[in-house]
């Protein structure tokens, strides 16, 4: 009796551990998920964003981009110095001084031309070829240019945007620039540099009288007859330091972006400073008798406008217009502004360019306008 207890107390356990067993076995691990299939990928490659530009006008836009062309040298500019890495061409190509400026790999990207102005050369395939998700112009814009933003993007069924590019508008339109492209971070700094030099401009210029502002003449081209116009664009940096540009709309024959006059007419308004481009007379103009005549020319009153690796006043009128306030302010009233032009150039250099410049770069960039020899 004894002994069949004990079978039976056995063949109990035994079934209480099976039991048991059963129920801690582990569960049958879950299967991997499929990949998400190729239309779905497509479909997030795909997706967009409502943006409104500039002009007011609102376009979808991919939500990463990736890939963008620029319309103008303007914009050249700014994605290049936002992020390089999205530019599939150039709406201009660099000149010498720029590839300075420029890593070489982007020297072969096609350009395409700018679709605008008298000069435009835009190349419809180029562009397409180069298979960009957006197309983003630079600079100033009116009703007839939105216009035309509008035809361009029917034409070729790309998102077509503009950011305002004047003095004012500047650092909005780089942080918007930043955000679209990737990088906030530079276009942030561009942004805030920018802010903070249109302020000190503004806060110190309130010091000169009306009656002190000095009269400007800009000379461009072989005979410096070819100039720019008060009020606009291509004037504002001078404008905005204290300037008084002495040519209108009604001295010159307009062209676009400005406009050309006569040597008699110079004479007559007989300026205080003249500012040179590099493609000019600066070098020869001592020499020339009908030049020399000017007060300007006699109390050695002018000056080349930097160049390096753009203009820095107007052509093209960029944002190296924010380093030109600082140039410009302390040449024309140099006991009014208290800018260090070596340091500020320095600055500017490294958070636009990332170009790290010593004090003798910086001298030899303005050899011909601050640290002229008399």
Not at 78 to 97: C, E, F, H, K, R
């Amino acid at each position: 009796m004894n002994r069949l207890r004990r079978m039976l107390s056995l063949f109990v356990c035994i079934g209480l551990f099976a039991a048991l067993s059963g129920c801690s076995a582990p569960a049958t691990p879950p299967k991997e998920q499929p990949a998400a299939p190729a239309a779905a990928q497509q479909a997030n490659a795909n997706e967009t964003v409502s943006f409104t530009d500039s002009t007011g006008r609102t376009v979808q836009l991919p939500k990463k981009i990736e890939r963008v062309a620029s319309a103008g040298p303007l914009a050249n500019i700014a994605i290049y110095a936002i992020n390089p890495d999205t530019l599939v061409g150039w709406a201009m190509q660099p000149s010498p001084s720029t590839k300075g400026y420029i890593d070489p790999k982007f020297d072969k990207l096609p350009v395409y031309g700018k679709f605008y102005g008298q000069k435009g050369n835009f190349n419809r395939e180029a562009l397409m070829a180069s298979n960009p998700q957006v197309v983003i112009d630079f600079g100033q814009w009116d009703e007839n240019y939105k216009r035309d933003l509008d035809k361009l993007q029917e034409q070729i069924g790309i998102p077509v945007i503009c950011l305002d590019g004047t003095l004012q508008k500047n650092a909005e339109s780089f942080r918007m620039l930043g955000k679209l492209l990737g990088n906030p971070e530079k276009g942030n700094a561009i942004a805030n540099y920018t802010d903070r030099i249109l302020k000190e401009v503004k806060e110190q210029g309130v010091k000169i009288p009306a009656d002190k502002r000095l009269k400007i003449y800009c000379g461009q081209g072989k005979d410096a007859l070819s100039t720019i116009i008060q009020h606009t664009l291509h004037t504002e940096a001078i404008e905005y330091v204290g300037g008084d540009v002495v040519v209108d709309k009604n001295s010159a024959q307009l062209q676009r972006g400005g406009g050309t006059v006569s040597l008699e007419q110079v004479l007559a308004w007989n300026p205080d400073i003249i500012l040179f481009t590099s493609d000019s007379i600066y070098d020869k103009v001592k020499n020339d008798p009908s030049w020399a005549a000017l007060k300007a020319i006699k109390d050695n009153k002018y000056y080349e406008i930097p160049d390096i690796p753009y203009n820095w006043l107007n052509r093209p009128p960029g944002p190296n217009r924010i380093i030109g306030l600082v140039w410009l302010s302390k040449l024309l009233y140099p006991d009014v502004y208290n800018f260090d032009v070596v340091k500020e150039t320095q600055e500017f250099y490294k958070i636009m360019y990332n170009k790290t410049l010593s004090e003798n770069d910086v001298h030899t960039m303005l050899a011909k306008s601050t640290f002229k020899k008399n």
